[in-house]
């Protein structure tokens, strides 16, 4: 049979019945929240390419953990900005350095009850900007690095952080801090492998938020955009390394990807809405050309119906304030 006894539309015709039979749902535990804290400062400083975004304080940043556990939110990830950098991001593993403190604080405050997650990559620590050490000829030494993620990974973890997300893209990564977590007893510290991380000039407005100081790109180690084969040989890479959790990043211009990755993954599937994807929303509808919150909306339910089942996204709050 078909018209007119075959009718789709009966089942639009009322919110109600839309909500009924919706297909794909985003629930605030699904979400996590990017959040960055800045060594220095006595009060929030807004970040110019992110409005509504800002760098925290030690104290304004566990107000905005407390935030996030009162509307339901899944998790925060947390990114520093220090005050000094050198080669080999000698911050990014010291226990007074502005991530670690931050993460006992928050670790401290919330723990238990909102997820705390921590990025784990050298870009925000190195004077050279880039997501490694470097060698003599300037490139970034994959196995040089490694040491410097283990020893991260151990800072990380004895600060209170529950999740390392691993975002460097370094061959090896997740086995290599599996196992130095392990040898130190951190053997529940779970690992979030940022598998299948493009390069993308999206992450522009990320660069102002962590003061970054790279020139340059990473397209020596992040994945080349028009690969699609190569995603799922990382994502299998990392799993069988030990990833208990993969990542697809940017997320709106990879749902091929995400589709993929949930295919074939054993494990959680997160997706990363970046600072070039929010602050492509948010300029838009400044300027009145979309509905900022129907545009949110679509944003994130397209990410779940790919297959992603953790969405990061600086939308997290204000989605969550609507829609609970």
């Known amino acids: 049979m078909g018209y007119p006894a075959i009718r789709p539309r009966r089942l639009r015709a009322t919110p109600a019945l839309r909500r009924l039979v919706a297909e794909t749902r985003v629930h605030p535990a699904d979400l996590v929240l990017p959040a960055f804290v800045r060594e220095g400062i006595d009060a929030p400083v807004p970040i ?4 509504g975004v800002a760098q925290h304080t030690v104290a304004s940043l566990v107000e905005l953990a407390h935030q996030c556990v009162a509307a ?14 050198d080669g080999r991001g000698s911050g990014a593993d010291d226990p007074d350095g502005i991530l670690n403190v931050a993460t ?16 784990l990559c050298l870009d925000e620590f190195t004077d050279h900007g880039h997501c490694g050490v470097l060698d003599a000829r300037g490139r970034v ?34 086995g290599h801090v599996r196992a130095a977590l392990d040898a130190a007893g951190h053997t529940d510290t779970v690992l979030l492998a940022y598998a299948a991380k493009y390069t993308s000039g999206l992450y522009g407005p990320f660069r102002e938020a962590v003061a ?4 340059g790109d990473r397209a020596a180690y992040q994945q080349d955009p028009g690969n699609a084969r190569e995603a799922i040989r990382e994502v299998e890479l990392d799993v069988a390394e030990g990833a208990d959790m993969v990542m697809v990043k940017p997320a709106g211009p990879h749902l091929d990807i995400i589709r993929a990755v949930a295919q074939m993954s054993t494990v959680p599937v997160a997706a990363y809405q970046i600072s070039g994807e929010y602050s492509s929303i948010v300029a838009a509808a400044d300027r009145g050309w ?11 339910i397209h990410l779940k119906r790919a297959g992603a089942d953790i969405l990061l996204t600086y939308f997290a709050l204000e989605w969550a304030a609507r829609n609970t």
Do not use: H, W
């Not at 110019?48 to 409005?51: E, S, Y």
């Not at 928050?106 to 921590?118: P, Q, S």
């Open 48 to 51: 110019g390419a992110m409005p």
């Open 141 to 174: 030494d994959n196995d040089a690095t490694l040491e410097r993620y283990a020893a991260m990974a151990l800072a990380q973890a004895r600060a209170g952080s529950e999740v390392l997300g691993l975002s460097g893209m370094m061959d090896g990564q997740v």
């Open 72 to 85: 339901g939110i899944g998790g925060i990830m947390l990114f520093g900005v220090p005050l000094a950098k």
């Open 290 to 300: 979309i509905d900022r919150d129907r545009a949110v909306d679509e944003s994130l």
């Open 104 to 119: 006992r604080a928050v670790a401290d405050a919330v723990g238990g009850e909102l997820v705390v997650m921590t990025d």
């Open 212 to 215: 970054s100081s790279l020139v």
